[in-house]
């Protein structure tokens, strides 16, 4: 049995007006649990698109992420926003409206907020909820990078229970994990899993398992039975297809895919690329290519 967990990073279906596409979303979801067989599902993150979506939207996504998973696999919200008030109003809404167990919450980020002014935020948003919380630290995104001291502090808040990193830096990964060994480390670089295994995730949260599950699921499997042989050669073609993935654009093509595979996803929303005739074909290979 293995020990890691794997959850998709949720995308979320768009109408070509831009407006939710609920069965879209419904369906990815199903993908997700009927044939990736995913341990479970980080709702709302920047697979998401969630901070170009307004307060209402971001809870209409909780509530039917929820909707079609509960009991099913893992589910997380992801809560946080350079607007602490919208933190808070999510993260209240996904734990006492809809009954979410766990959250996450991004660093807050664009302006240059100091340690204590970080601190705050975290403790702000769990205030009075009965929940637990992982850090979802993206420092290529958000600027802010936390050390393995900021941690252990945001750490002292009891329900803060680990963190979703998402992250290159292997000797801060190597020093949180020797200093925290009872915290989640979940890894958020689908490119890096492999070295991240070896030094202790507890598993990863990812754009890129939303089709490419199994090979990773197969990828730890070997990694654990001791094949690092048969891990790396996993791992290599995984990166052959991100890579590919990434040039075609990721997050429409990661849509285009689930549409070769019978799952209507709808598009990204704006300013995100529309599916053009040349992205399409580009999926199309690239789902020949590693999914046939
Ligand atoms: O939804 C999310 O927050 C994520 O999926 C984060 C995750 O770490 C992804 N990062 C971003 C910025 O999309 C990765 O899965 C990433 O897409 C993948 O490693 C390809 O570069």
Do not use: W
């Amino acid at each position: 049995m293995i020990m890691k967990k794997l959850y998709s990073a949720l995308m979320t279906a768009f109408n070509e007006d831009g407006s939710m596409n609920d069965a879209g979303t419904r369906a990815m979801v199903r993908y997700n649990i009927d044939v990736n067989h995913i341990d479970g599902l980080y709702i709302g993150g920047s697979t998401g698109e969630a901070f170009m979506m307004n307060t209402e939207e971001r809870k209409h996504l909780f509530k039917i992420a929820f909707d079609e998973a509960a009991g099913q696999c893992d589910l997380i919200a992801q809560v946080g926003s350079i607007n602490l008030n919208e933190a808070k109003e999510l993260a209240d809404y996904a734990v006492n409206t809809i009954g979410y167990k766990t959250i996450s919450a991004v660093t807050p980020f664009y302006y240059p907020f100091n340690f204590d002014q970080i601190k705050y935020y975290y403790d702000a948003i769990l205030e009075g909820l009965d929940t637990q919380l992982l850090i979802y630290s993206l420092p290529a995104l958000t600027g802010v990078s936390l050390t393995a001291e900021q941690f252990g502090k945001l750490f002292e808040n009891p329900k803060i229970i680990g963190i979703k990193f998402t992250n290159a830096d292997f000797l801060l990964l190597e020093r949180v994990r020797k200093a925290f060994p009872d915290k989640l480390i979940y890894f958020g670089s689908d490119e890096m899993l492999l070295s991240a295994l070896v030094l202790g995730v507890d598993g990863a949260i990812g754009s890129t398992f939303n089709l490419n599950a199994k090979r990773v699921f197969d990828e730890i499997k070997a990694f654990e039975a001791g094949d690092n042989a048969k891990a790396l050669e996993l791992q290599h073609t995984t990166n052959d297809y991100i890579m590919d993935v990434i040039d075609n654009d990721l997050y429409p093509t990661i849509k285009l895919l689930f549409h070769e595979a019978g799952v209507d996803a709808g598009q990204c929303s704006k300013p995100m690329n529309a599916p053009t005739p040349e992205m399409k074909a580009g999926a199309a290979k690239i789902y020949a290519k590693y999914f046939k």
